[in-house]
């Protein structure tokens, strides 16, 4: 935008500092922002350049005249930085590295060119770890760069950060007290899976990995810290005096020689010149979601350690490092209209329905709203222009409303009171956010049920998807989920193109399903707060259905993982009138209905060790070889660890690989974990 007068442009900085002011306070003391952090360097590039060209409208409490916001977490004590924990400057285009360099050698009066050291940047939290004599004393968040919050407790609850360090790689003057710098996160997986948990109990979901970090950092128990886990990268290292490491690569070594993690992959290194580093930058960017953790750009920073003391910082960033953005992986796109979905539990999800967008390379036409708080706080409305994102890159979610392109005439949505499907009066759980149909016959709810029953997660019945489950829902061929197992061959040739060579496939698939693992049945049947990963901890204490529904409610809450919410829903399910037909044709065997034991006697070939995957495998699904490894007797992790016994390795690892790697952790081919799998080799 163009000013032609001091008068509008101050104004417009007026306008931007409000802006801005209000989107600090929503991502440094809500954790929840509402716009990307592209959007965020836009508003705050803006404003900077108006107080460039018109220094005359800058005030002392503009957002450019400090490093942060102003952070305030109540029970948390602060920490006072020295130095301060500064900013990056930013290249928004990659071009613009090239202007970094320019501005970097004419502050040197020097010309040629510089090594640089470059580091995926982060998107967690920064955080500064203090160790007295090799013993970490003292963590704390960035906070606005001059205060943070002390989070000692909960940072000695993260695996990654050593509780005490080798002091050998520093110089001995500086032993007594060490700072260092660097990243808190949460992996992708782990967000991914935190969130399908939280989801499963009605919980608000986090909007990506770096809220999640926030929430679970500064939560004032610890043991909630411990469970969720974070990770740690150090970038960094405080010392009176660094010019005895001559280089960042050096310093980054004695860093990680210390006992600190660094990243390690490709894209963490030396190179010569601007021109390798943008290289670099382009090569992490088409990589970005292979990384295992949510990286928002490049830090590049210059090598020499002589130079940073010659080039020094401004109030806001250091001279000798910049941060390169990727593009945003955002896109725009209309909303036609907003539904209300009702799950299988019953509960009412507003959904909005787009014109199909690409982001980040997948076509997206749907975004779930969450409930009906997110809808409001977002206030989505149905002709609006949105601003959509992919959260952990794989969950499509609407960012923001462009609210410049907002009609006239739009009206906010109204989160309706009542069932959309069946019209019953909708209730809400106490303590949950989540609006629900109360009413177990609702017909959207008896559909739901009977597609998760045949679901992937469930009986995984091939042929039985959601529009074969409504075809027989509305010709009456079935009523309760257990129906599926009394259809007859002529039954199934009464749907519509569904033909008798598929009929007898999807017969054949149902027959299957009479004898899925225990797990799969537990979760098939849809027992409220019992997801995927209850069931499956059910499912290794039980022996089958039967044993399951005799069991005390004091039985199973002294079950590890299940609490007494859990206990009492699994308890009153198998005893509800409304279930009694349901649950009759599940235990009186009938039916045939006869669940594999999941546990496997404890000679399963996997049993007890712990595998991670990473990259597609040739011939599986990741899918397969999770249930294949699991019915083995071993379990899969998002990410690797201490205890990783193996690797499985496929096409296009991610970084994993080399984390296992420099952890010594051996790896296995698809070939290689079906033979192990069959017992063919010694583990
Ligand atoms: S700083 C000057 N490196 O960016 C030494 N910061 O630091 C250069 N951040 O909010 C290294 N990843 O949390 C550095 N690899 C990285 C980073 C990084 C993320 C964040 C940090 C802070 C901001 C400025």
């Not at 013993?135 to 760069?145: F, N, P, Q, W």
């Not at 008798?500 to 979760?523: C, P």
């Amino acid at each position: 935008m163009l000013f032609r007068d001091e008068s509008e442009a101050r104004k417009q900085a007026e306008k931007l500092r409000k802006e801005i002011n209000k989107h600090d306070r929503l991502y440094f003391q809500e954790n929840n922002p509402e716009i990307s952090d592209a959007a965020y360097d836009r508003l705050f590039r803006e404003l900077v350049d108006l107080e460039t060209e018109f220094p005359a409208i800058k005030t002392p409490n503009s957002p450019t005249a400090r490093v942060g916001a102003k952070p305030v977490a109540q029970g948390i004590s602060e920490v006072r930085h020295d130095p301060p924990m500064l900013s990056l400057d930013k290249a928004l285009d990659p071009s613009e590295l090239f202007d970094f360099e320019s501005k970097t050698l004419r502050f040197l009066r020097s010309e040629g060119q510089l090594d640089y050291f470059t580091m995926p940047k982060f998107d967690g939290l920064a955080a500064e770890l203090v160790y007295v004599n090799g013993k970490l004393s003292l963590a704390s968040t960035r906070g606005d760069g001059e205060v943070g919050e002390d989070i000692t407790a909960n940072a000695l609850t993260i695996a990654d950060i050593p509780k005490s360090i080798k002091l050998s790689p520093f110089p001995k003057a500086f032993h007594g007290e060490i700072k260092v710098r660097g990243e808190v996160y949460m992996e992708k997986a782990e967000f991914l899976k935190l969130n399908e948990a939280r989801e499963e109990k009605g919980l608000p979901l986090f909007a990506n990995p770096r809220n999640a970090a926030a929430g679970s950092l500064k939560r004032l128990d610890p043991k909630i810290t411990k469970r969720r886990e974070l990770r740690f990268f150090g970038y960094g290292l405080w010392l009176p005096d660094i010019s005895s490491f001559k280089g960042y690569s050096k310093l980054m070594a004695a860093l990680s020689e210390a006992g600190i993690r660094v990243e390690s992959s490709t894209f963490t290194g030396l190179v010569k010149g601007m021109e390798a580093a943008k290289e670099v930058f382009d090569g992490i960017a088409e990589k970005r979601e292979e990384l295992p953790f949510e990286a928002d750009g490049l830090v590049v920073t210059v090598e020499d350690l002589s130079l940073w003391l010659r080039l020094g910082s401004t109030s806001h960033a250091p001279r000798y490092a910049v941060a390169a953005k990727f593009k945003p992986m955002g896109a725009q796109t209309k909303v036609l209209a907003i539904e209300v979905q009702v799950g299988r539990m019953g509960a009412l999800t507003p959904v909005a329905v787009m014109s199909p967008v690409q982001v980040g390379g997948v076509t997206v036409s749907q975004a779930s709203l969450h409930n009906e708080y997110e809808l409001r706080s977002k206030d989505v409305r149905v002709g609006d222009v949105v601003v959509i994102h992919r959260a952990g890159d794989v969950i499509p979610q609407i960012e923001s409303v462009v609210l410049e392109k907002r009609k006239k005439d739009s009206v906010p949505f109204e989160f309706p009171k009542n069932c959309p499907v069946c019209g019953t009066e909708a209730v809400r759980h106490q303590g949950e956010v989540i609006l629900h149909c109360p009413n177990k016959n609702c017909p959207a709810q008896i559909e739901a049920r009977l597609i998760h029953f045949a679901g992937k997660d469930a009986l995984d019945i091939m042929g039985l998807g959601p529009a074969n489950v409504s075809q027989l829902l509305s010709m009456d061929l079935v009523r309760i989920p257990t129906d599926l197992f009394r259809l007859k061959s002529a039954d199934l040739l009464r749907i519509p193109r569904l033909g008798e060579k598929n009929a007898t496939k999807l017969l054949e698939s149902i027959d299957k399903a009479r004898t899925a693992s225990l797990w799969r049945y537990i979760n098939a049947i849809s027992i409220t707060n019992v997801g995927t990963r209850t069931s499956q901890t059910l499912a290794t204490q039980f022996k089958g259905l039967k044993e399951l529904s005799e069991a005390s409610k004091k039985e199973l809450s002294s079950l590890n993982d299940v609490g007494q919410k859990v206990a009492d829903s699994i308890y009153e399910f198998f005893r509800s009138p409304l279930n009694r037909e349901f649950v009759g044709d599940l235990l009186d065997g009938k039916l045939g209905i006869a669940p594999t034991l999941d546990e496997p006697p404890a000679n399963g070939t996997a049993y007890g060790l712990r595998f991670v995957l990473t990259g597609k495998l040739p011939t599986i699904s990741r899918a397969e070889a999770k249930s294949r490894i699991m019915a083995q007797g071993g379990s899969v992790s998002g990410s690797v660890a201490k205890d990783t016994d193996y690797l499985v390795v496929g096409e296009k690892p991610g970084s994993k690989l080399t984390e296992a790697q420099s952890r010594g952790i051996p790896t296995l081919d698809e070939e290689g974990l079906l033979r192990l799998l069959e017992g063919k080799d010694k583990q």
